[in-house]
T-cell receptor
Framework: AQSVSQHNHHVILSEAASLELGCNYS??????LFWYVQYPGQHLQLLLK??????LVKGIKGFEAEFIKSKFSFNLRKPSVQWSDTAEYFC???????????FGTGTSLTVIP | GAGVSQSPRYKVTKRGQDVALRCDPI?????LYWYRQALGQGPEFLTY????????KSGLPNDRFSAERPEGSISTLTIQRTEQRDSAMYRC???FGQGRNTEAFFGQGTRLTVV
C-alpha cells in the first residue's frame, strides 16, 4: 500500500521567511504527486501537481515543489511567505494508473505578520 | 454545477440515529471518493467509485458504513446507528478517473457531530 509522510506537523514563520515542507511517499511504481492547501474554514484546494516531465513544478501563489525520485520526496517550497499563507498543507499521491489518493497527515503553517 | 457539492454542510445527530451524506460530483467525472478527516489529521480514505461500481471499500471502518452511487453520478454515504466516534468532517472528491492524469477536486465537506 502507498503511504505519505509529512515530517513537519506545525511550522511557525515570520513574514518574508522561506518555507520548505517535507513530503515522502512509499510506492514502487510511477506516481502522481500533489500538494493541497486548506485555508481556515475552506475546503481542500489544489496548490500544485506533478505527473511527469520537469521535476520542478510551479504552482499558484508562488509555491513550487521538487520531485526527487531517488529520495521518494516531493517537498514544497516558497521563498517568501505571507500572512495569507497561514493554512494546513497536505501532500498526496496516487498511482498514475488511477485509484485512490493517499494523503499525509498535514502540516499546519502559521505566518506571523 | 461547477464544483463538487456536498450536503448537508453541517449535521448534528443523536447517537444511534442513521445519517445520509450526499455528494454531487463535477459533471463528467468518472471517479468519486469519500474521505473522513478528523481534527488535526489528513483525509482518511473510506471508499471510491468508478461510475456506479464501488472499486474499493477497504477504508470503511465497519459495517455501519456504506456508500452507493447507483447512477454513476450522485453518491450517498450512509452511517447507521451513529456513535460519537463517527464525529468528523466527511469529504467527497471527484476526478476524471482511472487512466487519466488528474487531480481530485474536493467539496466543502459535511461536518458530522454525534451527540
Amino acid at each position: 500500500a502507498q503511504s505519505v509522510s509529512q515530517h513537519n506537523h506545525h511550522v511557525i514563520l515570520s513574514e518574508a521567511a522561506s518555507l520548505e515542507l517535507g513530503c515522502n511517499y512509499s510506492y514502487g511504481g510511477t506516481v502522481n504527486l500533489f500538494w493541497y492547501v486548506q485555508y481556515p474554514g475552506q475546503h481542500l484546494q489544489l496548490l500544485l501537481k506533478y505527473f511527469s516531465g520537469d521535476p520542478l513544478v510551479k504552482g499558484i501563489k508562488g509555491f513550487e515543489a521538487e520531485f526527487i525520485k531517488s529520495k521518494f520526496s516531493f517537498n514544497l517550497r516558497k521563498p517568501s511567505v505571507q500572512w495569507s499563507d497561514t493554512a494546513e498543507y497536505f501532500c498526496a499521491v496516487n498511482a498514475n494508473t488511477g485509484n485512490q489518493f493517499y494523503f499525509g497527515t498535514g502540516t499546519s503553517l502559521t505566518v506571523i505578520p | 454545477g461547477a464544483g463538487v457539492s456536498q450536503s448537508p454542510r453541517y449535521k448534528v445527530t443523536k447517537r444511534g440515529q442513521d445519517v445520509a451524506l450526499r455528494c454531487d460530483p463535477i459533471s463528467g467525472h468518472v471517479s468519486l471518493y469519500w474521505y473522513r478527516q478528523a481534527l488535526g489529521q489528513g483525509p482518511e480514505f473510506l471508499t471510491y467509485f468508478n461510475y456506479e461500481a464501488q472499486q474499493d471499500k477497504s477504508g470503511l471502518p465497519n459495517d455501519r458504513f456504506s456508500a452507493e452511487r447507483p447512477e454513476g453520478s450522485i453518491s450517498t454515504l450512509t452511517i447507521q446507528r451513529t456513535e460519537q466516534r463517527d464525529s468528523a468532517m466527511y469529504r467527497c472528491a471527484s476526478s476524471f478517473g482511472q487512466g487519466r492524469n488528474t487531480e481530485a477536486f474536493f467539496g466543502q465537506g459535511t461536518r458530522l457531530t454525534v451527540v
